[in-house]
């Protein structure tokens, strides 16, 4: 199983990104995706995630600027970031709750994270 990520580069403050991340291989099913942050020296923090059903959940430092969409027929989850902040600078690390071979049988998957630089 792996997590590509994808769409990350250089914003400016107050424009867009948007971030992709597909699973492939060995995907029977995906429970809960979502992104994560880590800016260097700091923890890893969670950006968003959503459940296979679309519900959703957000830090509140991304409330109202960040959407978090998923397409559970391409394996795929998206993030859109919008009004963007200098302090959105970081790492993004998308991560999925995957099945590979069993109903249930969850486990937690990482991409390798592509980074997003918002200019002021």
């Known amino acids: 199983v792996q997590l590509q990520a994808s769409g990350g580069g250089l914003g400016q403050a107050g424009g867009s990104l948007r971030l992709s991340c597909v699973a492939s291989?060995?995907?029977?099913?995906?429970?809960?995706m979502g992104w994560y942050r880590q800016v260097l020296g700091k923890q890893r923090e969670l950006v968003a995630d959503i459940t296979p059903g679309g519900t959703t959940n957000y830090a509140d430092s991304v409330k109202g600027r960040f959407t978090i969409s998923r397409d559970n027929a391409k394996n795929t989850v998206y993030l859109q970031m919008n009004s963007l902040k200098p302090e959105d600078t970081a790492v993004y690390y998308c991560y999925a709750q995957i099945s590979p071979f069993l109903p249930g049988m969850y486990s937690d998957y990482w991409g390798e994270g592509t980074l997003v630089t918002v200019s002021s």
């Open positions: 291989g060995s995907v029977f099913s995906i429970n809960a």
